[in-house]
């Protein structure tokens, strides 16, 4: 393993606690916004029938939808702690490796992590292990050439780091 790739992985892991972090503001907000929304639906319910009660049933819609919103994002926080302190490198590709590979299609570097299925963020080079890169590499080690169907057409690519 070269130093470029730790340093690489490195700022990989950061950009995620980054992402994570801006996760964490957004749940915040769903949180305050669920707190003003049973507030009004407690109004509402004060003021008698709920039945004919647009504003009761307008937040209790938006309490619903809110409530979902944070069981998303509090499930993909709690994914994405557990598997930062999961990893162990064996060598292969898999899901927690950094990878340096060479896109031979376009003649380009990129250094990529593997993460679990519905995680990631390809901008900062956290790939999902259920993207077509990411599918591909897993279970591959230093050295293999995988070739991944594209929109338009296929790339091919080399495995040239491993950590």
């Known amino acids: 393993m070269t130093s470029e790739l730790a340093m690489k992985s490195k700022e990989i892991e950061s950009q ?89 299609k376009h003649n380009a570097t990129l250094y990529i992590k593997i993460y679990p299925t519905g995680l990631g963020n390809a901008k900062i080079g956290a790939i999902s292990a259920a993207t077509p890169l990411g599918a591909a590499v897993l279970g591959k080690s230093k050295g293999a050439e995988v070739t991944v169907k594209a929109p338009f057409g296929y790339i091919p690519y080399y495995i040239e780091e491993v950590l």
Request: glycine fraction near 4%; proline fraction near 1%; aromatic fraction near 6%.
């Open 16 to 104: 995620v606690a980054n992402h994570i972090r801006n996760l964490q503001m957004e749940l915040e907000s769903y949180q305050q916004r669920l707190k003003e929304e049973q507030d009004i639906a407690r109004r509402a319910t004060a003021q008698g029938d709920r039945s004919e009660n647009a504003e009761w049933q307008i937040a209790n819609d938006a309490i619903a939808r809110i409530n979902v919103s944070i069981m998303s994002l509090s499930d993909t926080i709690a994914t994405y702690k557990k598997f930062s302190t999961s990893y162990i490198p064996t060598g292969k590709v898999m899901v927690g490796s950094t990878l340096k590979v060479i896109d031979r």
